[in-house]
């Protein structure tokens, strides 16, 4: 069956552009997680949904970061006014519920010039 | 969520068990241990879990110490394609963040022929 997609798969874009990343998770599953990873470190948890409960947003690293999920489906992490240190990979994951394992997406590798 | 503590790298040859070692010293009692691992420009993959009883599946086997201080990951017969960062990880098993996984630096286990 298909698995967690991402896309793009790369972006570039320029310094204080706003940019729309996609997570498409796998069918039926109710959570689904943010994670960014910064070239040679491990990954960051940014947002986390779990079915209608209120997301736990305690990862997002400034107020320019937001995510949304619409019901059990798609998600899309919004960056505003991108800043260089934002280059990163940033990862999807989903879940059937909580407590099992995740699947990863192939991620989208966003470059900030 | 506990904190882990992984050496930062380890050899193996081709065939041999690999045995990578977790110190979990503040882990609580509803606290799952995680291990995923990433190939080189891959999304982190899931391996196994367990709370407090050994644990096997097809990839790989948990061995958790009876204080739960400690656990090691074995991969009983390692391939050059087990080549990858493992990351060892206490979730907390309860309340909104249940799940939500926060990576260190892992270690990086080299297989080489």
């Known amino acids: 069956g298909a698995g967690v997609s991402q896309s793009p798969s790369n972006k570039v874009t320029e310094k204080g552009k706003d940019v729309e990343l996609r997570c498409d998770p796998i069918s039926g599953h109710t959570a689904l997680y943010w994670y960014r990873q910064r070239l040679g470190q491990g990954l960051e948890f940014l947002i986390y949904f779990q079915g209608n409960s209120a997301p736990d947003k305690s990862g997002l690293p400034s107020d320019r970061f937001s995510a949304e999920r619409t019901g059990e489906s798609v998600s899309t992490l919004t960056i505003q006014r991108t800043q260089q240190e934002d280059s990163a990979v940033y990862l999807c994951?989903?879940?059937?519920?909580?407590?099992?394992?995740?699947?990863f997406g192939p991620g989208t590798r966003l470059t900030v010039l | 969520d506990a904190k882990t503590t992984q050496p930062p790298s380890m050899d193996c040859a081709e065939g041999r068990a690999a045995n990578l070692p977790c110190n979990h010293s503040t882990i609580s009692g509803n606290e799952y241990v995680y291990w995923y691992r990433q190939i080189h420009s891959q999304g982190p993959q899931y391996i196994i879990h367990?709370?407090?009883n050994n644990e096997t599946n097809e990839m790989a086997s948990l061995i958790i110490t009876e204080d739960r201080k400690s656990s090691t990951l074995i991969l009983p017969h390692a391939t050059l394609r087990d080549t990858a960062v493992y990351y060892c990880?206490?979730?907390?098993?309860?309340?909104?963040?249940?799940?939500?996984?926060?990576f260190g630096q892992g270690t990086i286990l080299t297989v080489h022929p």
């Open positions: 990880i206490g979730t907390n098993a309860g309340g909104t963040s249940y799940g939500k996984l926060t």
């Open positions: 994951a989903s879940s059937l519920f909580a407590k099992d394992e995740q699947f």
């Open positions: 367990g709370l407090k």
